[in-house]
């Protein structure tokens, strides 16, 4: 319908009805902004305003989701600030692109888990129901390392449909059940090797920790061919070692569909406050450090498609006049992930799908 059969209508409905009179008005004006729009640009066309796809309308967890608005805008691929002259400067500008422009929408993403602390959320994770990506509907895994005392986002993973393990050990855990509504409760740290460690706690007692790398506990599991659906770590800034040294050694990440990553750039951290010092020499080794990791992802398949500073406990800092976020959750897809050809011992195929 034109801007006239509009003016048209409100005419006729501000005669008839009375109660159209304020409809009527509010489409005059439209229809007079339209007019002068087209005195001033000599086309009959709106400047363009972006509209949300229909399930971003229809979808509740979309309407609370800004993240289709930022991915809109975001640039595919990771283009660098060609103004930006230092070889140091460059390798940040690098990561922070890889870090903040998502370069894959997911059209279908839910949150799930999280609760509110001090009035802002904390704890939530996306899932992403692209059909590419989306978890197996004949079988489905989950592996969640770092849960803290929140069990939501697991809990609300198994009852998508998803087998799900949750990992995390310390003196709190200790006395936590093996099974927490249907969800398997091990308690293990994730780390980059076989590892015991005894450390003295707060109150003056020892604990024993246990550390085990990833294709470790797939094999505990009798998962070491499955298909991983969805693998969540928030492992408090371990993250990086276990990637380089544990993680990307296997072959495990080739068969994961969707990584929920909370990152800890702690090593680039400024904080004058707590007294917290970057190493100035080695600033540009660890900016490559971190690249490298994302690099690697890149390289196997995976593309970022959500990112989100953490607003709970928001921590900056500022490299030549650069700031951005230390902390942040980030949701990587991976598209080309390939199904297992070998099963584990006393698996069957069902309908053609592991």
């Not at 999280?114 to 996306?126: A, V």
């Not at 099974?179 to 980059?192: A, C, H, M, P, S």
């Not at 707060?202 to 024993?208: A, E, I, P, Q």
């Not at 900016?287 to 890149?298: A, G, M, P, T, W």
């Amino acid at each position: 319908m034109f801007y006239s059969d509009y003016c048209c209508w409100a005419l006729r409905g501000a005669r008839r009805h009375t109660s159209n009179i304020i409809l009527g008005l509010l489409l005059l004006v439209t229809c007079a902004q339209h007019v002068l729009w087209t005195q001033k640009t000599g086309s009959w066309e709106l400047p363009y305003v972006y509209d949300p796809p229909l399930d971003a309308i229809l979808d509740p967890v979309w309407k609370m989701d800004s993240s289709w608005n930022r991915s809109l805008h975001s640039h595919s691929g990771s283009k660098i600030d060609p103004t930006i002259s230092s070889a140091r400067d460059q390798l940040l500008e690098q990561l922070l692109v890889t870090l903040n422009q998502p370069t894959r929408r997911c059209r279908k993403m839910l949150e799930l888990g999280g609760k509110m602390c001090r009035k802002l959320p904390d704890g939530s994770k996306k899932l992403c129901l692209d059909v590419d990506v989306s978890p197996g509907s004949d079988y489905c895994l989950g592996y969640s390392f770092g849960v803290g005392n929140d069990f939501t986002f697991d809990l609300e993973l198994k009852e998508y449909g998803c087998e799900v393990y949750a990992f995390d050990q310390d003196k709190v855990h200790s006395k936590y059940p093996r099974i927490i509504n249907g969800v398997q409760y091990i308690k293990i740290r994730l780390g980059k090797e076989r590892l015991i460690m005894d450390e003295t706690q707060s109150d003056g007692s020892r604990f024993r920790y246990i550390y085990r790398p990833l294709d470790d506990i797939q094999s505990g599991l009798n998962h070491r061919n499955v298909t991983l659906d969805y693998l969540k770590m928030d492992i408090e800034g371990a993250e990086w070692e276990v990637f380089i040294e544990s993680i990307l050694k296997t072959d495990i990440l080739f068969r994961t569909k969707q990584l929920a990553l909370e990152f800890h750039l702690d090593d680039l951290r400024d904080d004058t406050k707590s007294n917290i010092k970057m190493n100035e020499e080695q600033i540009e080794p660890v900016i490559k450090r971190y690249q490298s990791v994302f690099d690697e992802l890149q390289k196997i398949g995976f593309e970022l498609a959500w990112f989100e500073p953490n607003f709970y406990y928001p921590v900056t800092s500022t490299i030549n006049n650069r700031t951005f976020h230390i902390f942040g959750e980030t949701l990587w897809l991976n598209p080309r992930w390939r199904r297992p050809q070998i099963l584990p011992y006393g698996w069957k195929l069902k309908n053609g799908n592991i």
